[in-house]
C-alpha cells in the first residue's frame, strides 16, 4: 500500500502595503502614488515565493448617501504597482496555487484625498462668480480635515446630505442614474475636485439654458440670478415669482463677488 503523501502547510503573507496603511491622492494629477503589491509566500519553513504566481484581487468602496461606489481591480505578479484616481477604503486579496490548491489571505488599506492649493484653484477658478459660489458651497475644500469628501453641515436631526465636494454637488440630483448631464460618475464628483468643479459648470449651464427659454426678456443680471438661485434650490426655483435677487443665497455670492474673501 503506497502511503499518501501529507499536504505541505502553506502560509501567504502580505508585506505591502501595511494593514491599515493610509494613502492620500495627489493633487496634480488627483490620483495615488504607486500601491505596490508585494507577498510571501512559505512552505514547510522555506521560501517559495519566486517559484509561484501572486493573484490579486482589489476593491476599492466608498459609502456615499444613497450608494455604495465601488472600483475592483485583478492583477498578477509580485511587486506589481496599481493606483486609485478616488478614496476610500481598499481591501486586499492575494491568492496563490500549490500543489493544486488555493491559499489565499486579506489585508486592507485606506485612501483620502487632499485640498487643493489656493494657488491650484486661482488658476482654474476663471470667473468671480465661480469663485465666489465656491467659496459660499466650500471655502474653496473639497475634503474635510480626515481627508474625507467634503459634505454640508447640517443641524442635528435632519436627513443626512448628498452633496460632496468643492461645489457641493447633490449625488440626489446629479449621479448617473438621474442627472441630463454628459458628466455623471459622483465618485469623481466626491473625489476629484477638478472633476467637481467641472460637473459644476455644466450644472450652471443647464440651469441658465433654462433661464434664457424661460425669461428672456430679463436682464442679464436678473437672468443669472435666476440661474444661480436654481443652483441652490433645484427646478423648483422657477415656481416662484419672487425677485431671485432678493433670495439670499443670490445675495451671498453678489456680496462674495464684491468683497472677494479668498483673497484674504
Known amino acids: 500500500m503506497v502511503k499518501k503523501e501529507k499536504n505541505k502547510a502553506v502560509k501567504i503573507s502580505i508585506v505591502s502595503p501595511k494593514p491599515d496603511q493610509v494613502f492620500r491622492l495627489n493633487n496634480a494629477p488627483i490620483e495615488t502614488g504607486p500601491i505596490i503589491l508585494s507577498a510571501n509566500v512559505i512552505q514547510d519553513g522555506a521560501d517559495i515565493t519566486g517559484n509561484v504566481k501572486i493573484n490579486w484581487k482589489l476593491r476599492l468602496s466608498w459609502q456615499a448617501t444613497h450608494k455604495v461606489y465601488q472600483t475592483k481591480i485583478e492583477i498578477a505578479g509580485n511587486s ?63 475634503f ?55 460637473v459644476a459648470k455644466l450644472i450652471l449651464e443647464h440651469y441658465h439654458d433654462r433661464v434664457l427659454k424661460n425669461f428672456p426678456k430679463e ?19 422657477f415656481e416662484s415669482k419672487e425677485d431671485p435677487g432678493k433670495f439670499w443665497y443670490v445675495l451671498k455670492i453678489k456680496d462674495f463677488i464684491k468683497s472677494k474673501p479668498w483673497q484674504e
Do not use: C
Not at 125 to 133: F, P, Q, R, V, Y
Not at 173 to 180: F, K, L, S
Not at 219 to 237: E, I, R
Open 80 to 142: 506589481a504597482g496599481v493606483k486609485f484616481i478616488s478614496g476610500g477604503i481598499l481591501r486586499i486579496r492575494a491568492a496563490v496555487i500549490v500543489d493544486g490548491r488555493e491559499h489565499s489571505t486579506r489585508s486592507r488599506v485606506n485612501i483620502i484625498g487632499a485640498n487643493p492649493t489656493k494657488d491650484q484653484l486661482n488658476k482654474v477658478l476663471d470667473s468671480d462668480l465661480i469663485k465666489a459660489l465656491a467659496w459660499q458651497e466650500s471655502t474653496w475644500r473639497q
Open 144 to 198: 474635510n480635515n480626515d481627508g474625507q469628501p467634503l459634505p454640508p453641515v447640517v443641524p442635528k436631526g435632519q436627513k443626512k446630505p448628498s452633496m460632496r465636494g468643492l461645489f457641493q454637488i447633490s449625488e440626489w440630483w446629479w449621479a448617473e442614474e438621474r442627472t441630463p448631464l454628459p458628466l455623471k460618475d459622483f465618485n469623481r464628483m466626491a473625489w476629484q475636485w477638478e472633476y467637481n468643479l467641472q
Open 219 to 237: 436682464s442679464a443680471q436678473k437672468q443669472w440670478d435666476w440661474t444661480l438661485k436654481a443652483y441652490k434650490l433645484g427646478p423648483g426655483a
